[in-house]
């Protein structure tokens, strides 16, 4: 499968944990968004690589929440000090650039739940 | 400020029933329009795409969705459901003025097909 893949599925901490998140594009896509998506509501954008670069925050990600993609390769997402409110699933997604004109082809999201 | 409404949280149809799934939108500039389906169990997968020409376009499935730029809508069709068409279903919309092509998207729209 050559789909944007997502580690782990389900997360369990303990609240004021840290946790990381892993997301695997498809390979040639240099373009790799962050999204949560909380019950009954759709995903919310929380930020954006080009390649390497972290080009734009949401102001959703709060300064307990991190962000890299090294080697414009994979991404890890880290939330330290976990919080009630964290609870979510968070989805990656992916596109190839540079246009602009190309839908992004989601993961199957990491679900979060801290206690 | 940017938005996606979806004015019809939770449809029931029986199957064979025609669908339309309303979306509105609030964005500066031109815009790329989506639909998503989420499957239980499953990530976001794209059913459609409007970027630019003829506003009525075609998914898989047998979707299809109107761009009306008076209207700032982009309502999704089906002239028949069928008990697989069980999902919950996203509006997004994107474009060249957020620099990232970040999604906008609205709440989402549950469908159940009862057989």
């Known amino acids: 499968d050559t789909g944007v893949s997502q580690n782990p599925r389900h997360k369990i901490t303990k609240r004021g944990q840290n946790v990381t998140f892993r997301c695997d594009p498809i390979s040639e896509h240099n373009r790799l968004y962050w999204y949560r998506q909380t019950l009954g509501q759709g995903p919310e954008f929380l930020t954006y690589?080009?390649?390497?670069?972290?080009?734009?925050k949401s102001r959703l990600l709060s300064d307990r929440f991190s962000a890299e993609r090294p080697k414009g390769s994979f991404s890890t997402l880290e939330i330290q000090r976990t919080e009630q409110g964290d609870s979510a699933m968070y989805l990656c997604?992916?596109?190839?650039?540079?246009?602009?004109?190309?839908?992004?082809?989601f993961g199957p999201g990491t679900r979060l739940t801290v206690l | 400020a940017q938005s996606v409404s979806q004015h019809n949280h939770h449809v029931i149809l029986s199957e064979a029933a025609s669908l339309e799934l309303g979306c509105n939108y609030s964005y500066g500039g031109t815009v790329n329009l989506f639909w998503y389906v989420q499957y239980p169990g499953q990530h976001l997968q794209l059913l459609l795409k409007y970027f630019s020409g003829d506003p009525l376009v075609k998914g898989i499935k047998g979707f299809e969705a109107e761009f009306i730029k008076s209207k700032f809508s982009f309502n999704l069709r089906k002239p028949s459901v069928q008990w697989s068409d069980t999902a919950e279903y996203f509006c997004?919309?994107?474009?060249?003025?957020?620099?990232?092509?970040?999604?906008?998207f609205g709440t989402g729209t549950r469908l159940k097909v009862l057989a």
């Open positions: 690589f080009q390649n390497e670069a972290q080009l734009e």
């Open positions: 997004a919309v994107n474009g060249e003025s957020s620099g990232t092509y970040k999604y906008i």
């Open positions: 997604a992916s596109r190839p650039g540079p246009i602009g004109l190309a839908e992004q082809f």
